[in-house]
């Protein structure tokens, strides 16, 4: 599981609060807005018992199918209850699900209501995640890798956000900054995993 954000822009959404991250002034990135707390496709008022069912699934290591089942009790209640662990959990579930529209809506769930959580940079590297596989937005995906390091320099996530910076930056063609993180990365972690890709990308 992945635990572990980058430069302002004004939110599209009249929903949140103004919040830093690069999918903000970009709507097909922003959480999708809704004029009730549940969604339209969800259930009446679940009970909490079936509606808690994902954390045993996600527990059991079965991520899609918890994903299945916060999905059908409500995406959007289920993260208006969830810790930012839990939130966390559901932006991992949602991910190898194929589902990156709700992983980014726990996600910006967490940053937006956790301001001050130590978690927000694991939420900045799953978003980078999210925008570098699953929806090949490189120059977004680089700045939330930008933004897990900035926000926790000396955290567990800082050498893999670091090399997957580098890597965001050269498919997005910013040659310039992909040069700068991997001189960076190479000073700090010669020996890292992301070294050779930083070798090349200098070469």
């Not at 954000?5 to 939110?11: E, G």
């Not at 004029?35 to 069912?53: C, Q, T």
């Not at 995406?75 to 208006?80: A, I, K, L, P, T």
């Amino acid at each position: 599981l992945i635990y572990g954000q980058q430069a302002s822009t004004a939110p599209t959404s009249t929903e949140a609060p103004p919040m830093d991250g690069p999918a903000f002034g970009d709507p097909t990135l922003a959480p999708p807005a809704s004029s009730s707390g549940v969604e339209p496709s969800a259930p009446d008022a679940p009970g909490k018992e079936a509606a808690g069912g994902w954390r045993e699934l996600a527990k059991k290591g079965d991520l899609r199918q918890a994903f299945a089942v916060a999905d059908a009790h409500g995406f959007q209640s289920v993260c208006d209850s969830a810790t930012p662990a839990e939130l966390l959990l559901l932006g991992d579930a949602a991910r190898v699900s194929g589902r990156a529209d709700r992983a980014t809506e726990a996600l910006f769930t967490l940053r937006r209501r956790y301001p001050r959580d130590p978690r927000r940079a694991a939420a900045a590297f799953a978003l980078g995640k999210v925008a570098f596989d699953q929806r090949h937005a490189y120059g977004q995906a680089a700045e939330w890798f930008s933004t897990c390091v900035r926000e926790q320099p000396n955290g567990p996530l800082v050498r893999e956000a670091s090399g997957r910076q580098i890597e965001a930056l050269r498919n997005s063609g910013d040659g310039a900054g992909a040069q700068r993180t991997a001189r960076e990365y190479l000073a700090r972690y010669p020996d890292g995993p992301h070294a050779d890709i930083a070798r090349s990308v200098l070469k």
